[in-house]
């Protein structure tokens, strides 16, 4: 129903609405152990999918996992076609590895790796790096920490 659609959201630390109006959340670990932590969606199966919403420009943003050792997949959702820009910078705002620089994109789902190197080819140092997506006038920025 509309108000009892799911169970079993403790530990959730977010929520977005995917382009095709599903419903995507984050938990962080299940009774504080490492390494359970996850991205899961809820799909809407009660005949057609609702249409999308409506409205101005918008950028969906996600890194996944949290936190990596040695590649990561950032998801991109654009409500509209657009050109896109993404990059890793490192913890002082300096570039790091440029994924993308003014591609076109059209207004679905986007995933890119990123596999933990610089513009060079040189792995990374492990720490907090900030992965930027530039699209359509708005800009996001997600977290992204590095382990050895």
Do not use: C, K
């Not at 799909?43 to 890194?63: D, R």
């Not at 933990?116 to 790096?129: E, F, N, P, S």
């Amino acid at each position: 129903s509309a108000t009892a659609w799911g169970s079993g959201f403790r530990a959730v630390s977010d929520y977005r609405v995917g382009p095709d109006g599903s419903l995507w959340y984050v938990r962080q670990a299940v009774n504080f152990q490492g390494g359970t932590g996850s991205l899961r969606r809820i799909v809407h199966t009660g005949g057609p999918p609702p249409p999308p919403p409506a409205g101005p420009f918008t950028l969906g943003l996600s890194v996944s996992p949290q936190p990596m050792r040695t590649m990561a997949t950032i998801a991109i959702a654009p409500s509209a076609a657009t050109r896109l820009t993404v990059r890793v910078l490192d913890a002082r705002g300096r570039v790091v590895r440029t994924l993308l620089e003014d591609a076109d994109q059209g207004a679905s789902a986007l995933l890119l790796p990123w596999d933990g190197r610089d513009d060079t080819g040189a792995a990374a140092a492990a720490g907090w790096y900030v992965v930027r997506v530039q699209a359509g006038g708005l800009a996001r920025s997600h977290r992204l920490l590095l382990v050895p």
